[in-house]
Nanobody, 115 residues
């Protein structure tokens, strides 16, 4: 089993920044993929960004140039630096660890972008 603990969400004004963190513990495998998804009210959960243990990244088009994913393999922690936030970024953000064939999810952290 894998446990994920997220932190860093909150309320921010448009144009502001937030940094999300997710610490994984338990049966962590080398070679996994760690990432962030989000789900806005009435919408499906969608990929924001992911990163392999080797450093390859994948970003959704709507965050390219604004968000940066990083990870510390020694600490089994993944980060999401979010800059130039927009109201449409408002959602619950979920940490994900994919260890084939299983996906593990955090409890979610609310990000609200509003003036």
């Amino acid at each position: 089993q894998v446990q994920l603990v997220e932190s860093g969400g909150g309320l921010v004004q448009p144009g502001g920044s937030l940094r999300l963190s997710c610490a994984a513990s338990g049966n962590i495998w080398h070679g996994n993929v760690m990432g962030w998804y989000r789900q806005a009210p009435g919408k499906q959960r969608e990929l924001v960004a992911s990163m392999t243990s080797g450093g390859s990244t994948r970003y959704a088009d709507f965050v390219k140039g604004r968000f940066t994913i990083s990870r510390d393999n020694a600490r089994n922690t993944v980060y999401l630096q979010m800059n130039s936030l927009k109201p449409e970024d408002t959602a619950v953000y979920y940490c994900n660890v994919h260890q084939t064939p299983t996906d593990y999810w955090g409890q979610g952290t609310q990000v609200t972008v509003s003036s």
